[in-house]
């Protein structure tokens, strides 16, 4: 049974770092496609970051050169390294994955291309 289980979130100022984590089980983490997302009140679910199987990363522009996704296999977890928060990043995060075939980097960040989802943690920017 695959379980996707976030922690790290929590309150920060702007222009402060956050790291979330997602722990796996399962399944390998270095098997499946694997993202971030986010959700603000009253607007869509959107991606922030994706990493391919074969570790490959890709970035929504709001957010590129600001955070960072990264895996380690031996702990079987999935990370977002968030430097240079702004209030605009204060949203509900997801992590998300997915075991198959490849897809295109634009497919990557799409919600309909993930099939497993973990229960989110909250981040909230403060100015």
């Known amino acids: 049974q695959v379980q996707l289980v976030e922690s790290g979130g929590g309150s920060v100022q702007s222009g402060g770092p956050l790291r979330l984590s997602c722990a796996v089980s399962g399944y390998a983490i270095s098997t499946y496609r694997m993202a971030w997302f986010r959700q603000a009140p009253g607007k869509e679910r959107e991606g922030v970051a994706a990493?391919?199987?074969?570790?490959?990363?890709f970035y929504a522009e709001s957010v590129q050169g600001r955070f960072s996704i990264s895996r380690d296999s031996a702990k079987n977890t999935l990370y977002l390294q968030m430097n240079s928060l702004k209030p605009e990043d204060t949203a509900m995060y997801y992590c998300?994955?997915?075991?198959?075939?490849?897809?295109?980097?634009?497919?990557?960040?799409?919600?309909?291309?993930?099939?497993?989802w973990g229960q989110g943690t909250q981040v909230t920017v403060s100015s």
């Open positions: 990493i391919h199987h074969n570790g490959a990363t």
């Open positions: 998300a994955a997915d075991r198959n075939l490849p897809v295109t980097n634009v497919q990557a960040l799409g919600v309909s291309w993930y099939h497993y």
